[in-house]
């Protein structure tokens, strides 16, 4: 044998190998599903979610998120919104209010008195005045049975749908001469 026949032998033998190679490999089954991320890969993300869930567990409290999703109902202060309400709406506590603002109507005409009535309620409205004292007279100068004014006055707050309850103040303040009515 010489070098030539050792070097054709080597050859056969390799190619024989790479052939067995080529066999083996193809006939293996791969349990590796495709595009499955690698050994390496997996625990690059496992340590990536184990920092996530580390910085969401510190930052939220299922509380807190709960408060910030619904809020919260101050159930003491509706306690106190709804007596204040009807503190409000209570005919002594009405008649014992301060007011605020007055209007004298004595000596005006039924027209001119209607007029300046309408004005002054708006005016008192968008100042947000609460109470208000109509002073009309009790009509003892008026020729007729009835007080002119003090009737216009009347049926004025019935018809004004801004206004609500009404009263006649104390002696001291008018008596009957005068109305205070509360704006809605």
Known sequence: ?????????????????????????????????????????????????????????????????????????????????????????????????????RIDLHGLRQDEAEMRLNSFVSDCQRKGIRKILIVHGKGIHTTGSDPVLGELVRRFIERDKRLGMSGHPDRNIGGNGATWVIIK
Do not use: C
């Open 1 to 101: 044998m010489d070098m030539n026949d050792i070097l054709a032998q080597w050859d056969k033998v390799q190619t024989q190998e790479k052939r067995k190679q080529k066999e083996s490999a193809h006939n293996q089954v791969s349990h590796k599903k495709a595009n499955a991320p690698t050994k390496e890969e997996k625990e690059l993300a496992k340590s990536r979610l184990s920092d996530f869930d580390e910085e969401n567990n510190k930052s939220i409290n299922p509380m807190e998120m709960w408060l910030r999703r619904y809020g919260t109902v101050d159930k003491d202060k509706m306690i106190e919104e709804t007596e204040e309400r009807m503190r409000q709406n209570d005919r002594n506590v009405l008649r014992e209010m301060r007011i605020e603002a």
